[in-house]
């Protein structure tokens, strides 16, 4: 069962086409299954990101930090003790063993 091509015309420039070319021959395929493949690569990786990547990180790392400074007054860092930790640990597990 074969997918229906369109048929394109592009232009590249001159360092574009010969790059098109040399990978096209160590790959063994032809110039179009090249430009083929590299629109899957790029449909890929915006589906995964949802965004262009960098704009997304800088988003996560904005959010990390007011998080962090909101989480810890004057900028000190947060202790526990062991104790502490089992003590929360447990209680979440008694209320959903009540539940």
């Not at 007011?66 to 810890?72: F, H, I, N």
Request: glycine content about 8%; hydrophobic content about 35%.
């Amino acid at each position: 069962m074969s997918e229906h091509m369109v048929r394109k015309q592009i232009y590249l420039p001159r360092r574009q086409n010969l790059a098109l070319r040399r990978i096209a021959k160590e790959r063994g395929v032809s110039e179009a299954e090249v430009i083929r493949q590299a629109l899957e690569r790029e449909a890929d990786v915006k589906a995964t990101t949802g965004r262009s990547g960098t704009g997304s990180w800088f988003e996560i790392l904005r959010f990390v930090h007011e998080r962090w400074e909101s989480a810890t007054p004057a900028n000190k860092p947060v202790e526990w003790g062991r104790q502490e930790l089992y003590g929360e640990r447990e209680s979440r597990w008694l209320k959903e063993g009540d539940s």
